[in-house]
């Protein structure tokens, strides 16, 4: 219950899943209501462990900027029981440490802003989705979700890696294995799951395949494998890690596609605003370009939205050591060796006073108040931000762009409620149930 910290708990009598039970209906709504009964700083069970969590934007600095808290036993307890690297928690936290820090300095050289290595993937991205979206020149109907995975999750893995990884058996190994992702990190055994095997297989054609092309995979790639082999990480680890990637590069970015599609599809309007900025500002569908791109301002609102909704942003931090966080209002938090807190940042997200109507999705909110951007952060905190940020928000403009330039939409239709479990952009509760008709257009905008 953590009394050592004085904040109140909050009592729940559901076994294991605590408070955080209520989550599976959106966390927003209840810690809303949490913030209303106990003030902004609380404890709660979160899967059968206490958390503290911290509901006020105004005392995120001072826990991301403190060295003792860290994202590390989390990334540790993850990398066994969902990417099955068994033994990578052996290591010493040195080299741990090191290792973090060298895989993160890689993806921001290659993916940093500005940088013109991430010029040239926004590039091969364009030329590579068009030719894995293959429109048919008949209207097709089509399931949305499984349709932009299979073509996403392939583009991908192919930008990264190259051709004919990403089989169609691969990806279904994949989708499998990540389907369960919530009840591994609630500490299912992957048996029990039975996605062992699926995760198992895999790994192995990961590393096979990245044993046999070593030369043509992206640098990212390469620099990954060779960051483990510097510091001693056993082979069963090394794959876990290889997994980690493909697992954080395609499942967020994917689903962020999926979402500003459906919401853009359902409100007509925002369809044609985008549509009309992309069409006067993009001169050729087949590139990419920068400052182009730049001025497309309601697109770049439209996928900060997305991640707004679709999104429970929150970040999790563990004491490494008894410390106490002297907040700027006066308040303090003690915490012992372990103990872990939330920074549940979408509440500020959901504030009605600053986020009208803050229960829907308004494609321009960002462009008509855009001072919301500078406390929008969907991509984490301090020193354990997203490093792939930048290319996720290029490689979804680049999406929608190449849809809406390329293809002609109709019969757009369905729903699905979000799946709130989700670890990261929530997946649809049903991905058969949104369905389109779609086909090349005509006159392709070149
Ligand atoms: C919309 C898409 C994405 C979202 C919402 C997202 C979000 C996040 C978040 C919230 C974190 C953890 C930060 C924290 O806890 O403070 C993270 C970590 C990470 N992301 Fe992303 N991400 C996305 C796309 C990508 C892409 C495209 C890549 C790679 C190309 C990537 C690579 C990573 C890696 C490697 C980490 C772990 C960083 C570390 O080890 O410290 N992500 N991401």
């Known amino acids: 219950h953590r009394h050592h910290n004085g904040y109140p708990y909050v009592y729940s009598s559901i076994p294991f899943f605590g408070g955080s039970f209520h989550f599976r209906l959106g966390a927003v709504k209840c810690v809303q209501q949490w ?11 979160v899967l059968g462990q206490p958390m503290t969590l911290i509901a006020d934007s105004s005392l995120f600095p001072t826990i991301s900027r403190n060295p003792k808290l860290s994202l590390l036993p989390l990334k540790l307890y993850m990398m066994r029981v969902g990417f099955g690297a068994v033994s990578y928690d052996q290591l010493t936290s040195d080299v741990q440490i090191k290792i973090s820090a060298s895989t993160r300095k890689s993806i921001n050289e290659q993916l940093g802003r500005n940088k013109p290595s991430l010029e040239a993937i926004n590039h091969a991205s364009v030329v590579k989705l068009l030719e894995k979206l293959n429109l048919p020149t008949e209207p097709t109907k089509v399931c949305v979700y499984p349709w932009l995975n299979r073509i996403l999750f392939s583009t991908l893995m192919e930008l990264f890696y190259g051709p004919d990884l990403a089989t169609v058996d691969f990806q279904a190994d994949f989708d499998a294995w990540d389907a369960k992702f919530t009840a591994l990190y609630a500490g299912f055994p992957a048996r029990w799951l039975k996605v062992d095997g699926p995760r198992d297989r895999v790994k192995n054609h990961l590393r096979e395949y990245a044993a046999k092309h070593l030369q043509d995979v992206s640098t990212v790639v390469q620099e990954r494998l060779s960051i483990c082999d510097t510091n001693g990480v056993q082979q069963i680890d090394k794959d876990g890690h290889q997994l980690s990637f493909v697992w954080a590069m395609t499942t967020n970015t994917i689903r962020t596609c999926f979402w500003t599609l459906v919401h853009l599809q359902n409100n007509p309007q925002a369809w044609k605003c985008i549509m009309n900025e992309i069409s006067s500002n993009i001169t050729d569908s087949t590139k990419w370009n920068r400052e182009e791109m730049d001025k497309c301002v309601y697109l770049d609102s439209a996928i900060k939205e997305t991640l707004r909704v679709a999104l429970n942003s929150s970040a999790v931090r563990y004491a490494t050591e008894d410390l106490t966080l002297d907040f700027p209002d006066g308040r303090q938090l003690v915490m012992k060796e372990g103990d872990g807190l939330v920074m549940q940042s979408n509440i500020g997200y959901f504030d009605p006073e600053r986020y009208t109507n803050p229960f829907c999705y308004k494609f321009d909110r960002f462009v008509e108040k855009p001072e919301l951007a500078k406390e929008f952060t969907p ?5 354990y931000l997203c490093p792939g940020q930048y290319y996720a928000v290029d490689f979804v403009k680049i999406v929608v762009s ?9 019969d757009f239709g369905g729903s699905s409620e979000y799946k709130y479990n989700t670890v990261g952009v929530y997946v649809p509760i049903n991905p058969q149930a949104i369905t389109m008709s779609i086909k090349k257009r005509q006159a392709a905008s070149a």
């Open 35 to 45: 913030v209303k009964d106990y003030g902004t700083i609380f404890n709660v069970t």
């Open 379 to 383: 991509f984490g905190f301090g020193k």
């Open 402 to 410: 190449t849809l809406m330039l390329n293809a002609h939409i109709t």
